[in-house]
């Protein structure tokens, strides 16, 4: 979404393919801090089951609401992610603490 919030101008949309879970709200909300009109779709064809959904976001603002000036759509969903103790750290810098329901992956080493 960052990048096309830098190519396209005031009243143009945008339109991704996302899946459904952890952190989807923190997009949606970026979203429409960013464009007029935002909706999620499903396609008729997708099984039941499927998590496929397209974010359709219509209308770019002018500049962003209120709550999201001075930051990237990005920083958005990292900040909704830790506000539901999911945490987005770099791994290369932090050491991130367990979170319940998720384990830590070792990073393999390069040869």
Known sequence: MDTAMLILAPGGNFVTKIFQGTGIEGLMKA???????????A?????????????????????????????????QVQE????????????ETEE???????RKLSRKKED
């Open 80 to 91: 909704h992610l830790e506000e539901i103790d999911v945490l987005v750290k770099n791994i």
């Open 96 to 102: 991130a603490p367990a979170v319940k329901g998720f």
């Open 31 to 41: 979203a429409k801090q960013r464009f007029s009109n935002v909706q999620r779709y």
């Open 43 to 75: 396609p008729t064809a997708s099984r039941k089951s499927s998590s496929e959904t397209y974010l359709i976001c219509q209308n770019k603002l002018p500049r962003p609401k209120k709550d999201a000036i001075g930051k990237t759509a990005y920083q």
